[in-house]
């Protein structure tokens, strides 16, 4: 079920266009771009692909009813930026979380925001955003 969070969540935020506009995009070789949007930070050099949005590991447990199977599940996401202000990975967050919270569909019951934070990188000048979700999952029979 890992996979298929992390694909809603992939899907839920390269498809909003008021997300989009505050992330750099990435041009694939056949000429395709989408938003910066990743699974990993890039390891390189190029600035080009921030701000940038990382959907880290997920993290589930078992949370079974009596009627019902489902687990919850908490996610990482990484919001970078190289700017020596919050604003823009304030403004990403921002976004991400009216994307998610209180988010519900096909199995889905829920997710909540547990955590928001802004961080200051070792170099002075690039930021780095932590928002932990909450995820419940209940399987439909």
């Known amino acids: 079920m890992n996979i298929a ?8 935020l390269v498809q909003s266009g008021e997300l989009n506009q505050l992330l750099a995009s990435f041009t694939y070789s056949n000429g395709d771009a989408v ?5 990993d930070l890039p390891q390189t050099d190029d600035e080009s692909v921030y ?3 990382v959907i880290d590991a997920i993290t589930s447990n078992q949370n079974d009813t009596d ?3 489902g687990f919850d599940a908490t996610v990482m ?3 970078w930026s190289i700017s020596p202000s919050n604003v823009i990975v304030s403004n990403i967050q921002d976004v991400i979380y009216s994307l998610l919270h209180r988010k519900k569909g096909g199995n889905i019951s829920g997710i909540s925001c547990e955590l928001s934070e802004i961080l200051r990188d070792p170099d002075g000048i690039s930021r780095h955003g932590v928002q932990r979700f909450r995820i419940f999952y209940e399987k439909v029979n």
């Not at 938003?35 to 699974?39: D, G, L, Q, S, Y």
């Open 5 to 12: 969070i992390q694909q809603l969540l992939y899907d839920t």
């Open 35 to 39: 938003p910066c949007v990743f699974n």
């Open 51 to 53: 701000p940038c949005v």
């Open 67 to 69: 009627t019902t199977n």
């Open 77 to 79: 996401i990484h919001t």
